[in-house]
């Protein structure tokens, strides 16, 4: 027998239900009368089940083409109806299968071997109803096509027109973005004047989009003959976004001249520019290390009522700290604190960027303390900042314990503050363990193989120059 479980030792039952014998128990039969239920007759059959639910059968599989020729699309399309109607497979009725058939077919074919699969699809299977995404399969293969005209691209809209599907600014969207895609911006711009003539103007969407292209591949004069001609052509003017664009683009262009005529035209407008157009400009004049023009945004950001937000004092903190006003930044520290926006990372960093700049790699490491104390964890670019620094500040040895730390914590070397560290452990005749740092770049993938080693060789060639010279013992 097993043994009685601990839970069950000890434990006290009822003794009026379990010691005593009820004389009505031992007496009487346990049922005096049957229930009703059971007098009815069980059946000697099973109860039958319900037949199986029949499975459809399976779609037909997609066709894929190997070859333009239209006479092999056209052949493969029809053993394909033949072959389904065989093996009573279902043709989907949903016109996404055979849209995906033309797409297939358009990769690499013309748009006018299309437009006959097309119309062989139709007339083969006449169940297939073309829907508005059938043609603009048609419209994008046309717009890809290198055609010095938009005759293709016409022929395509006129055929959505004649199937009912005139063109709206859907169409009109996926014209220009396929025509950017073949670089045909100017037939993009050709278009949209053709349809705006046609009450059929392109949405905001469409407008930034192009906007967007040719301030990334044009002259800021193509872009500003663009937004003219919109507005005078075609009724089209440029709303927020569009400015933010333009803006972004003559800032990364460090044309901070463009930038504020745009600001100005943005007031004209009566748009009020908003905290990424002041942050966008910011980071222009950063770029250009004009940490008084830095300043004197974020100024008249407040003026005009625009709250700050963290992008905000980072890009100040990190003008100022380029610039050379380090001490300057660090006062918006308790500023940012006290406006809700705690430093993080970015902001410690830059700050350690802007003080070993100056040659102050010490305060730069006690930075790092404090910036730790308060619950911020540094990351790579941090490192690599101080690396940086105490290498280019004679802090070898500083600079030696921080890299064991970066190794220890996986840490990528970036290709300035890998440079750097070699060339002071080669000044100090530490060649050795430059190999190693090289060994660690390499083994870490923070530099290709190639690159790692070009730049040790250069260093090791200019230590044997300097030795030459008598400038390195």
Same mark, same amino acid.
């Given at each position: ?19 005593? $014998? ?40 997609? &066709? ?18 033949? $072959? ?20 297939? @077919? ?27 995404? $059938? ?61 705006? &003539? ?6 905001? @969407? ?60 943005? #007031? ?7 905290? @990424? ?45 380029? #610039? ?60 690599? $900042? &101080? ?11 500083? #600079? ?12 990528? &070397? ?26 660690? #770049? ?32």
């Amino acid at each position: 027998m097993g043994k009685i479980p601990p839970s069950f030792k000890g434990s006290q039952f009822p003794k009026s239900t379990l010691l005593k $014998t009820p004389q009505s128990l031992s007496q009487t039969p346990l049922l005096t009368e049957k229930p009703q239920h059971f007098l009815k007759k069980i059946p000697n059959k099973r109860p039958s089940k319900s037949p199986p639910t029949p499975h459809p059968p399976p779609p037909p599989p997609s &066709l894929t083409f190997t070859t333009p020729l239209l006479s092999d699309a056209k052949s493969l399309f029809n053993s394909l109806i033949t $072959t389904t109607t065989t093996n009573k497979h279902t043709i989907p009725s949903d016109p996404r299968f055979f849209n995906s058939i033309l797409q297939s @077919y358009s990769a690499i074919s013309s748009p006018h071997d299309s437009i006959s699969l097309l119309n062989h699809m139709i007339k083969t299977h006449p169940p297939f109803c073309p829907n508005q995404s $059938t043609f603009h399969i048609i419209l994008s293969q046309s717009c890809k096509l290198h055609d010095p005209t938009l005759s293709s691209v016409h022929q395509a809209l006129n055929l959505m027109a004649s199937h009912g599907f005139p063109p709206d600014k859907i169409a009109a969207d996926i014209a220009v973005r396929s025509l950017c895609s073949a670089d045909r911006a100017e037939h993009a711009i050709e278009l949209i004047k053709e349809l705006s &003539l046609k009450n059929c103007s392109p949405d905001t @969407y469409t407008y930034n989009f192009l906007t967007k292209y040719l301030c990334k591949n044009r002259t800021v004069s193509a872009v500003n003959g663009f937004i003219k001609d919109m507005r005078e052509f075609c009724n089209i003017k440029p709303d927020l976004v569009t400015y933010t664009i333009m803006i972004d683009n003559v800032c990364n262009g460090k044309n901070l001249r463009e930038a504020t005529r745009l600001l100005g035209v943005l #007031a004209e407008e009566g748009f009020k520019p908003d905290c @990424y157009v002041y942050n966008t400009i910011m980071k222009g004049h950063c770029m250009l290390s004009q940490g008084g023009e830095v300043l004197s945004v974020f100024k008249k950001m407040q003026e005009d009522g625009v709250e700050p937000d963290m992008v905000t004092y980072n890009t100040l903190i990190y003008g100022l700290s380029k #610039a050379g006003r380090v001490k300057q930044a660090k006062s918006f520290l308790n500023v940012m604190a006290e406006m809700g926006h705690f430093p993080d990372a970015v902001t410690y960093t830059s700050l350690m960027n802007g003080m070993c700049r100056e040659g102050n790699s010490v305060g730069a490491m006690t930075l790092l303390e404090e910036m730790e104390a308060k619950g911020c964890s540094p990351n790579s670019c941090t490192y690599n $900042t &101080l690396l940086h620094g105490l290498s280019k500040g004679r802090l070898l040895e500083k #600079a030696i314990e921080l890299f064991g730390v970066m190794k220890a914590g996986g840490m990528e &070397l970036e290709t300035g503050s890998y440079g750097t560290f070699l060339r002071a452990l080669c000044k100090k005749g530490k060649v050795a363990e430059a190999y190693e740092v090289f060994d660690y #770049a390499v083994e870490s993938k923070s530099l290709t193989e190639v690159a790692a080693y070009t730049n040790l060789e250069t260093t090791l060639k200019w230590l044997q120059k300097a030795r030459e010279q008598g400038l390195v013992v």
